[in-house]
């Protein structure tokens, strides 16, 4: 996923490329962890990781989290060795060695903050019950609707809020870019203080994100009269 965009690549494609060059694909998935559902194993992504405080609800400051594809566990690749990452039976001889987990928790160097992994926990708890393929239902759902409304204004209201995010839904997880011509900042300050949660990007990019999680039709219908309250005057 492209941050500034919301463009999603295809990760099967970039990983096959790459190998068919001698290359490692490893993906920065910041923007696509609880988005979009992946298949990395499947995809033969050889590793991954990405932070736990955007789609996935973990709070800043939280745990990351890391794939590697089984096929380098075993390999000696040259790697941070810290003792959270040794085999758990024989962590506690001490031995002089380092021998991982056969897992990617060997890549793990220390311990991780326990309050942080008990919020990490409940939250992939509720990714687990609501179940992926149903989220990204709904998100197509919801970003589609968010997107009409966008396009709606535009044609009403003669303006040109330019969607810069693909609108072929493959292409983009929940995210929509809004190019602002002529608006800007403004526009933004004035949506946020009518309680709507965006994101601002330099030079004329408001972010918006409706996410399956928790938001509702309501919240984006909402979304669109704050957007279309700000045409009108
Ligand atoms: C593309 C991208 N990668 C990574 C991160 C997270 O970085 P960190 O885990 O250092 O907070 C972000 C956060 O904004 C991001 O946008």
Same mark, same amino acid.
């Given at each position: 996923m492209q941050f500034y965009t919301g463009q999603a690549?295809?990760?099967? *494609?970039?990983?096959?490329? =790459? @190998?068919?060059? %001698?290359?490692? *694909?490893?993906?920065?998935? =910041? @923007?696509?962890? %609880?988005?979009?559902?992946?298949?990395?194993?499947?995809?033969n992504v050889d590793f991954a990781c990405w932070c736990t405080y955007k789609y996935l609800n973990s709070g800043p400051g939280s745990v990351g989290g890391v794939f590697v594809h089984e096929k380098h566990l075993k390999a000696e690749l040259p790697r941070f060795a810290g003792w959270w990452g040794h085999d758990k039976s024989t962590?506690?001889?001490?031995?002089?060695?380092?021998?991982?987990m056969p897992t990617a928790e060997g890549w793990q160097v220390s311990n991780a903050a326990v309050f942080n992994m008990a919020i990490h926990r409940v939250s992939l708890e509720q990714f687990g019950r609501a179940g992926?393929?149903?989220?990204?239902?709904?998100?197509?759902?919801?970003?589609?609707?968010?997107?009409?409304?966008?396009?709606?204004?535009?044609?009403?209201h003669n303006v040109n809020l330019e969607i810069i995010t693909p609108s072929d839904p493959e292409q983009r997880g929940c995210q929509l870019s809004i190019f602002a011509h002529g608006m800007g900042k403004d526009l933004f300050d004035k949506l946020t203080a009518q309680g709507i949660s965006l994101d601002w990007r330099e030079p004329n990019v408001i972010r918006m994100a409706p996410v399956p999680m928790y938001n509702s039709f309501e919240d984006v219908w909402r979304f669109g009269e704050a957007f279309e309250s700000q045409m009108n005057g």
């Open positions: 690549f295809s990760l099967e *494609a970039i990983t096959a490329k =790459a @190998h068919e060059v %001698g290359a490692i *694909a490893g993906f920065d998935l =910041a @923007h696509a962890a %609880g988005n979009m559902p992946v298949q990395l194993h499947d995809w962590r506690f001889q001490m031995g002089p060695e380092f021998s991982p992926m393929q149903r989220l990204r239902a709904k998100a197509l759902q919801l970003t589609g609707y968010a997107e009409a409304l966008i396009n709606g204004i535009n044609k009403k």
